[in-house]
């Protein structure tokens, strides 16, 4: 299922491209989701980029070892704590799985429209850790999309097909920073798809907070990922908690480690394998 939003921006309109339908798109998820730091490139040729596109990050190791050094230097600044190279490449890794999957997942939310998004049209700036999206036109929606009628859209049968594409378009995207990160990471394949798996689910359960609709949110993204689907090697898998006053709350339990809790060994994320629900329950009544 997919969630259409009412928003003039997101209408097709007078837009007579998939780049500038993208883009407003894109700016609308920046200004609903507080924690996704993302711009949209200016299409000017002329004006200075910053920072290290996502390719670079699979074909340049300097501009790999660039991106973690910036990492590990947020890290100090922000928690006073110097964290080890393997910390650093996960923490990055899940940044940016988590911003990118949302920039793809956040358009189907809202849209129901798949963009593909390439690791040469996302750029990161190393010192403000805000990415950059340059919008293509590449998009896939279902037949009767008014979407459908711009140059370069693709349509999909039936909404398990756009599903389907989102979770390909998702998984070819990250494959190839996997490769180049694992060294770094240390950690084997099922771990590195279960940390994106993690970051594509919570990003679509992350906007439906911020939109007021966790329960359809949480419906979404169990429809995406029912149970494990390759290279995912599991599903959304929420489940209820019970409250002290009988209110039932939303969690779940990553399968792949943000390693935060090496950083701040009393905070670990509120879905980490870390955290009993006795806390999590604790956690969320206190807000």
Partial sequence: MTVAVAVETLSTGAVTSVSRLLAGTYRQL???????????????????????????????QDALDAFLLAESTRI????DHTPRRDVAASRALHDYAWSVGL???GVWYLTGRVPRVHPEDVRIDLTTGVFEISPRSDL???????AAALPGALTAPHEEAL??????AVADH????????????RRGPRALWGMVTDDLVSGIWYLGRMLGQEPVAVRAATALLPSAVAPYPGGADFRRLAGSDG????????????????????????TCPRTCDAERLRRIEED
């Fill in 140 to 146: 896939t929606c279902l037949p009767g999309d008014p």
């Fill in 247 to 270: 209110r039932q709350h939303t969690t779940r339990t990553r399968m792949g480690c943000c390693m935060y809790y090496t950083i701040r060994p009393a905070e670990a994320c509120s």
């Fill in 163 to 168: 599903r389907a594409e989102l979770r390909v």
């Fill in 103 to 105: 920039l793809m997942s």
């Fill in 76 to 79: 100090q600044d922000r928690y």
């Fill in 174 to 185: 990250m494959e190839p920073l996997l490769s180049a990160i694992a060294p770094h990471i």
């Fill in 30 to 60: 920046g200004e609903v989701c507080e924690a996704l730091t993302v711009r949209v490139a200016d299409p000017d040729p002329t004006v200075t980029q910053m920072g290290v596109t996502g390719a670079e990050l699979t074909k340049n």
